[in-house]
């Protein structure tokens, strides 16, 4: 089991940065994808940016080039840099994890992931 608890989230004005962390303790290395997933109230969960155990990053298109995902000790920690950050940025972020064996073919999508954080709030004002 794989328990995953984020932190980071805040409140900030459109053009800043922040940086949303998630610690990750239990079977990680059996975690063969993990990411970072955004959702709106009304709106489905869309993945923002995965990592596979190859070390190959996915992003969506809407935050390519102002968002970074990393990783860091043994899968333990797990990193969202957001900058330049835009009003429709806001949003419940969560971390997830998975151990399905062909996570890798869809970094992004939230039905190969099976581990949950309980999320952090962003909230992007203009």
């Known amino acids: 089991q794989v328990h995953l608890v984020e932190s980071g989230g805040g409140s900030v004005q459109a053009g800043g940065s922040l940086t949303l962390s998630c610690a990750v303790s239990?079977?990680?290395?059996?975690?063969?994808?993990m990411g970072w997933f955004r959702q709106v109230p009304g709106k489905e969960r869309e993945g923002v940016a995965g990592?596979?155990?190859?070390?190959?990053?996915s992003y969506a298109d809407s935050v390519k080039g102002r968002f970074t995902i990393s990783q860091a000790g043994a899968k333990t920690n797990l990193y969202l840099q957001m900058n330049s950050l835009k009003p429709e940025d806001t949003a419940m972020y969560y971390c997830?994890?998975?151990?399905?064996?062909?996570?890798?073919?869809?970094?992004?999508?939230?039905?190969?992931?099976?581990?949950w954080g309980q999320g952090t709030q962003v909230t992007v004002s203009s």
């Open positions: 997830a994890a998975s151990n399905f064996l062909d996570c890798w073919r869809h970094p992004l999508q939230m039905s190969h992931f099976n581990f």
């Open positions: 239990g079977y990680t290395y059996g975690s063969n994808c």
């Open positions: 990592i596979d155990s190859d070390g190959s990053i």
